[in-house]
């Protein structure tokens, strides 16, 4: 049985920029990669197509995508090729959600809660070749182990379990929170030969027998989603390792460019040279689909003697301008946050005067539990809610003795 | 520590530089001008105590412009009293070596190792005070000056704190403050965040809106597409009964007409008028009947003809080969016939001419001379023996007459006496005539001479075989050898012609004339023969030819003239005959031929009209139960309802192009079962339906236009999740700015409290020292300093027993008592740096220049006194307050 597993479709999430071009070229490429999803499961002629939750971002499906959502599949199922949907915890299926809302194709099965939805796959003669169960979130935070509610699987025929779900074991899952969490030893022992597995926006393969996979967002939506995004091609065995393959569907890919080393770069223009050199180190390896559209983030740290200059916001604009110019990449960011006088902090934070005091006093805030700023924390608009007034300040603390050098130690040139 | 010895090869502008080896005391006095090294000199000194910097003797300031290396030697002693040797190179790379207690170190660039606790920026900064720093005090705000005294240790590679911590809480309140005066950006952007909140709302409502209009759209789209059916509809009904109906009408009249023509399967076969086939096809038969008998006529004389061609006449065709050869025989015969005569009449001309010839030559008549003897005569060999033969004879006679004359050689030997009398004589003239000179006896000498040898070349001409044989001598031998050869010659020839009765006398003296007499024989017994021959051969040809066309006459019956070319010409006419008939009789076999294939042709014609009219005649009686007389009336009323409906239908078609598609349109129309038969108020009304739904059709296209548009217009607008991309942005750019804000908040705090701290520790004890060293050189004026100890901003102030309130340190303070001030707190810093550490050597350039005479002079006695626990260099251009120090006790070092 051959399917094409994707999760994390995100359809309609907000991308973050202040440009509106940019923004419009996002949501169009998520939606042009749930079309050339689309068409990836016509042109290889599969026996289904899995989503594993999180298919759009929240309640909020503007009119447009949900127009071209149903479209889409309804273009997939009028070819007999059948959908199963299990909901996430972005796109919940109780009553009252949009999910449970919209109007889906005849051939779109939507597994909307705990109660599993079971698809036998058959072949256009009619015979049977595997079966798909799924579970869906009910609600947008779902806390119980969704994965044991699935049937015990009987029968000589592959069998596919779709669910959306942060296994705890599964790399980067730390960055999402632990919806419907549950334990890779549970579904390896479930009898399944096939996991569609989503939430986790990585790709990643878990296990390779029985086969347990996160096929990671169908498109990218900030920089630390970078890397190829698309679905995995899978056909499935009964008793066997699936035989996998990643295809690459997204039209935009993020790309986060940290250049370290920056004590060399003397002019801006040595900084644009050093920048350039970084990223076709990168593309060497990982030079992209065709028609790639790339969005960068330029991330410079460390010491260098343009610290100055690229604490200037007109600099930065200068400097990010031209590097989009020169990648030809859709968008450069930059992030300067972290670069500092090239000096040595070790020689300062000895000296008997005020800076050395400073330097000390910053250092042992930071690092010493229960020392403190003799600070109220109203007097602090960013703390948050869940905060308190010495973790926020250590957090703030980070990195501020080269930001106490270079605003007390004079110019250079200066210096004995 | 103190520095007791320093040696400097080159550094700068000093050169060979050595402060002696006497121990520098305590207060060293550097004297010298302007410009005479004082700066070079303390930065031998830092060099010494820290090393070198640069570490690049190419970028050093001080490497010496005519080359050589920088190169400083000392002696130190430290405060304990241990003694350091110090020595230090600028070569490629700084060198460094100390000696301590007798062991060796390589110190390479770092400085002393008693020197930890106050680094080289410190000790430049701090631990020299000249009269350029005491100047800046002029441009330097007071709160700067304390700033860098306490705050920064006298260090001025600082910004000074106050600044540091304004522009920081500028920084902050440029991004956020408390009051709402001025432009903050955190507000500026959460007013932006509540502008794109309300973009959501909008956003969303046209969400709404969209769907709403969507769903309109369908409707609209939906209703639309009904009433274009509904109208459709009507205006088929109405078309039907318009145009439809007319037609509908001439199409029914067909269909009865067909109906009446009945099935076409009937009217196979039947021409559309089938009267008039049948008495058409009646006429054809009789007249092809009447051709018949006509042809019967026609073939009697071609057929008499054929009879007429007998045997006789294809027997003499059968031979016509044989007669023709016969014929061309006899007429390539005919000139030999006439040739004949002429060769009998040569026969007899050459007979007469031979026979005298033979009658001279041969013994019997020329008839009875065998001609085949006479042929084979070699008559060229008879002629070569007949002239060998006279050859012979005339030798054997020319020799017989040479004998007779054989006497004659006798006289010959007297020819030779008589030449040599004569050619003596000769000699004997021709000598005496020229001894003589006579030219008479030299003529007739030689005359004789001539003679004698003329005689004498005849003699010897006789004496030569030849010579010999013509005088006959020794010729009798061969004169019977040439009568041999003459009698052989003539045997030969007697040999040659003995098969042939030649006369004997000729035989006996065979002549050449004889041998052409016998050539001429031979040719004419030779050309009677041939033509003898010829005639007998002509004649046999003539025997063969008659015997040949007789024996065809005979074969054929023909009878002949005994003359063969009577016989031939009689069978030349008998096969022109035959040949005559035998045409005729072909081309009346021809003609016979041609008149049966007509008669056949004309037979199946016949035949043909008879099936076709009685096949016709058969369906016309089934017509009408076998009468064919109904039968056809029958068919002729079928056949005009099936052209007439066939002539309607054409009609239609030419008037209207589309005639199958309305037909179509027609058979739908009944199909459906619709009303054909529309009145005038049916129509009437059907017609008002029809307008008014091409007007709710137009309304309702309109307002599709008008949706859709606003459909598009509301596509073109940022979505929910546009609005949100820029709400998050905004929201983290917020968090971003509130987290710049709080961060420099922060780190003014830190320096703030940084600050208290470093004053709290050392504030109180530099402000303590400072008060003391004031009091010293104010003379008691001031006793006490205080200030600074809260906060920064807080101000210096100066106590003193006579003053009834503290003064305020400030611009308005005299320039000497800040910089006595000022001193004091440098000297309070140097102390509280190295306290209960090495103390370091201090450097004053010039710092009393400013004072009056009695702060002077206690000032110099400070650091006479300072002197005794730390080294210092004081450094002056004023030789009396040199002399003035060394008196007591100071060390002058001059530059």
Redesign the interface.
């Known amino acids: 049985m051959r399917i094409l597993h994707t999760a994390d479709v995100h359809l309609d999430a907000a991308f973050t920029s202040h440009s509106d071009e940019l923004r419009r070229k996002l949501r169009d490429a998520s939606r042009t990669a749930f079309t050339r999803l689309v068409d990836h499961a016509l042109s290889e002629q599969v026996d289904a197509l899995v989503i594993a939750g999180d298919l759009f971002d929240g309640d909020r499906l503007s009119f447009q995508t949900e127009r071209m959502l149903l479209g889409e599949l309804g273009r997939l199922t009028a070819t007999g090729i059948p959908v199963v949907y299990a909901t996430g915890n972005h796109d919940p299926g109780r009553t009252g959600r949009r999910a449970m809302d919209l109007q889906w194709p005849e051939g779109v099965h939507v597994a909307r809660d705990r109660e599993p939805v079971t698809l036998v796959v058959q072949t256009p003669a009619g015979d049977n070749i595997g079966h798909i169960a799924a579970i869906g979130h009910a609600g947008p935070r779902e806390s119980e182990d969704l994965s044991v509610l699935f049937p015990t699987p009987t029968g000589d025929l592959p069998r596919v379990a779709t669910l959306h779900t942060q296994v705890n074991d599964a790399g980067g899952w730390q960055e999402h929170d632990a919806y419907a969490p549950s334990q890779l030893g549970s579904l390896e022992a479930a009898g399944y030969d096939y996991w569609a597995l989503g939430h986790v926006h990585r790709r990643q393969e878990l296990r390779g027998t029985p086969s347990i996979h996160y096929p990671g967002n169908l498109q990218g939506r900030n920089p630390s989603e970078s890397g190829a995004k698309g679905a995995i091609l899978a056909d499935v065995k009964r008793g066997a390792a699936a035989t996998v393959s990643f295809v690459s569907l997204a039209p935009i890919r993020w790309e986060d460019l940290p250049v370290r080393s920056l004590r060399e770069a003397a002019t801006l223009d040595d900084l644009v040279h050093q920048v350039l050199n970084a990223w076709e180190s990168a593309r060497a390896d990982d030079g992209g689909d065709p028609g790639t559209e790339w969005i960068v983030r330029v991330d410079l740290r460390g010491a260098t003697p343009l610290w100055q200059e690229l604490r200037k916001e007109e600099n930065q604009e200068h400097l990010r301008s031209e590097l989009e110019t020169l990648l030809r990449v859709l968008h450069v960011s930059l992030r300067v946050g972290e670069v500092h006088r090239p000096v040595d902090i070790a020689e300062h934070i000895q000296r008997m005067d005020v800076l050395g005091e400073a330097l000390r006093l910053a250092r042992s805030i930071r690092e010493t539990p229960g020392k403190e700023l003799p600070m109220e924390p109203g007097e602090l608009i960013g703390i948050g809610s869940s905060d308190t007034l010495e973790e926020y300040v250590r957090d703030l603390l980070d990195g501020v003795e080269e930001e106490i050098l270079a605003r007390m130690l004079e110019a250079p040139g200066q210096d004995p | 520590m103190r520095i007791e010895r320093v040696r400097c090869a080159a550094f700068g502008s000093l050169s060979d530089f050595d402060t002696g080896s006497d121990a520098l005391p305590g207060l060293v006095v550097v004297v010298g001008p302007n410009e005479a090294g004082k700066s070079t000199f303390f930065e031998v000194l830092v060099s010494l105590l820290y090393g070198f ?1 640069p570490t690049s003797r190419d970028t050093h300031p001080y490497a010496p412009r005519a080359g050589g290396e920088i190169d400083i030697d000392a002696c130190v002693t430290l405060d304990g009293g241990q003694a350091w040797h110090v020595h230090r190179r600028l070569l490629t790379a700084p060198q460094g070596h100390l000696e301590r207690n007798g062991d060796q170190a390589d110190l390479k660039n770092r400085p002393l190792p008693a020197l930890s ?6 000790f ?2 701090v631990y020299a005070l000249t009269l350029a720093e005491l100047t800046a005090l002029e441009t330097e705000t007071w709160n700067q000056i304390q ?1 860098r005294l306490i ?3 006298g ?5 000074p ?1 106050r600044k ?1 911590v304004e ?2 809480e500028q920084e902050a309140g440029a991004l ?1 403050r408390p009051t709402r005066h001025g432009n903050q950006r ?1 507000r500026e952007v959460d007013a932006r965040v509540l502008e794109n909140l309300s973009r959501r709302q909008n956003a ?1 409502e046209r ?1 709404l809106e ?2 709403r209009l ?1 769903q309109e759209a369908a409707t609209a789209a939906t209703d639309l597409k009904a009433a274009r059916e509904r109208r459709e509809h009507r205006r088929l009904a109405l078309e039907n009964a318009r145009r439809l109906q007319p037609i509908r009408l001439h199409v029914q009249r067909i269909e009865e007409l067909e109906k009446r023509a009945g099935p076409p399967e009937d009217l196979d076969g039947l021409p559309s008028a089938p009267g008039d086939r049948i008495a058409e096809a009646r006429g054809a038969c009789e007249e092809l009947e009447t051709r018949l008998a006509t042809l019967n006529q026609d073939r009697i004389p071609p057929q008499a003809l054929v009879d007429a061609y007998g045997e006789a006449q294809r027997g003499i065709v059968g031979v016509r080969d044989a007669v023709t050869r016969v014929v061309a025989a006899a007429a390539a015969m005919e000139p030999e016939w006439l040739r004949l005569g002429a060769l009998e009449q040569e026969i007899q001309d050459l007979e007469r001419r031979r026979q005298p010839l033979a009658r001279e030559l041969v013994t019997v008549p020329a008839s009875q001379l065998d001609a085949e003897t006479l042929l084979r005569l070699r008559t060229a060999e008879v002629r070569d023996r007949v002239r060998a033969f006279s050859r012979a004879r005339e030798e054997s006679e020319r020799l017989e007459v040479r004998i007779a004359a054989g006497e004659q050689g006798r006289a010959s030997s007297a020819m030779l006496a008589g030449g040599g009398v004569g050619l003596v004589g000769g000699l004997g003239l021709l000598a005496w005539g020229s001894f003589s000179g006579q030219g008479a006896l030299v003529v007739a000498g030689a005359a004789l001479l001539s003679a004698a040898l003329g005689v004498m070349g005849h003699w010897w001409w006789m004496r030569r075989p030849d010579g010999r044989a013509a005088r006959g001598e020794g010729e009798v031998g061969p004169s019977s050898d040439a009568r041999n050869r003459e009698r052989e010659a003539l045997d030969s020839i007697r040999t040659l012609l003995a098969d042939l009765p030649i006369h004997e006398e000729i035989l006996r003296d065979p002549t050449t004339d004889v041998a052409s007499a016998l050539v001429r024989l031979q040719e004419l017994t030779g050309d009677l023969t041939a033509r003898q021959t010829n005639i007998d051969d002509i004649r046999s040809r003539m025997t063969d030819l008659d015997v040949e066309a007789r024996g065809l006459g005979d074969r054929l019956g023909v009878v002949l003239p005994p003359d063969t070319a009577g016989a031939s010409q009689a069978l030349d006419r008998a096969l022109g005959q035959a040949n005559e008939a035998r045409r005729e009789a072909e081309a009346a076999e021809r003609e016979l031929e041609r008149l049966d294939r007509e008669s056949v042709r004309w037979k199946a014609d016949l035949e043909g009209n008879r099936e076709r009219l009685c096949a016709l005649e058969a369906v016309l009686r089934t017509l009408a139960d076998g009468d064919l007389t109904a039968g056809l009336k029958e068919a002729e009323t079928r056949i005009e309802a099936r052209n007439r409906a066939t002539q309607i239908m054409d009609e239609l078609r030419r008037a209207h192009p589309d005639f199958d598609d309305v037909l179509v349109r027609i058979r739908k129309a009944e199909e459906s079962g619709e009303d054909w038969t529309l009145d005038s108020d049916a129509l009437v009304e059907a017609a008002t339906e029809l307008e008014e739904l091409t007007e709710r059709i137009e309304e309702l296209g309109k307002r599709s236009v008008t949706l859709e548009h606003e459909v598009a217009q509301l ?1 073109r607008q ?5 609005v ?7 929201q ?2 917020l ?1 971003w700015l ?2 710049s ?3 420099t ?3 003014a ?3 703030r ?3 208290r ?2 004053r709290e520790e ?1 504030q109180p004890d530099v402000i303590r020292r400072a008060g003391d060293y004031l009091e010293r050189i104010t003379g008691g004026r001031y006793d006490r300093l205080s200030g600074g100890e809260a906060d920064i901003g807080a101000e210096f102030m100066l106590h003193g027993p006579d003053l009834p309130d503290p003064v305020t340190v400030d611009e308005t303070t005299s320039t000497g008592t800040r910089e006595q001030v000022y001193l004091a707190l440098r000297l309070a810093i140097v102390d509280h ?1 190295d306290r209960d550490q090495e103390r370091l050597p201090l450097l004053l350039d010039e710092v009393f220049v400013n004072w009056d005479e009695a702060r002077r002079t206690r000032g110099l006695d400070l650091v006479v006194e300072i002197a005794r626990t730390r080294q210092v260099f004081l450094c002056t251009c004023h030789e009396a307050w040199a002399a003035e120090l060394e008196t007591q006790g100071a060390r002058l070092v001059r530059l």
């Open positions: 910097r606790h106050v680094d080289r920026r410190v430049r900064h700033d705050g920064a240790m260090a001025r590679d600082l910004v704190l540091a522009s920081l956020w955190i969303l969400d969209l769907r969507t596509e940022p979505t929910i999740d546009q949100d991309g820029e709400g998050v942005a905004l983290e750019e968090a509130r987290r804000r709080d961060r908040v922060v780190l705090r830190i320096l409290e940084a600050d701290l470093f050392h740096l």
